[in-house]
């Protein structure tokens, strides 16, 4: 039973935040943290947008200001990946297979500057991808609410459905926890 919970812990993200714009960076840089791995679809953008928007450039020159690298990390396919990432100057990861650690692992080797697991956070829309990879992989992953769900593609509906059931048992395991970091995201 303990071995059951703590796989329940893997679907709990770090921090909750309503979007990418609302979370506290120069805090978390305060705190050691220097490199910020973040998907692009329903994190940054929608589905239906095809290149960063002007909010988001303004999020780019932000973070960069505070000192922070930024590489984007993506499920999603080259084309859609390589085409949103040419208007910016960041590295990126496509085909990241989230939640597993390889797409992480080749994020690592597209950074600067070598970082040590704890400096890093991973932003993400979905807890069956971004939150499990990033605890998996042993950084902290910051959930936000997708920007329109109604743009998602079929495997992130599912996903969307799976997650479900981990948050009701994360809600009736862990309540202060689901309040904290999760109550938020499930009534958006």
Known sequence: MVEILKKYRKFIPYQYSKSVFDIDFLNLYQNGYRLILCDIDNTLVSYKEHVPNEQVFEWFSYIESLGFELILISNNQKKRVEGFSKETKYPYVFSARKPLKMGFKKAMKLAKSRYHKNEIINIGDQIMTDVLGGNRFGIKPI???????KTDVLSTRINRKIERF??????????????ERMSDYVNR
């Open 143 to 149: 959930l936000v609410n997708p920007i329109e769900s």
């Open 166 to 179: 981990f948050i009701k048992k994360i809600q009736k395991k862990y309540p202060k926890t689901y309040k």
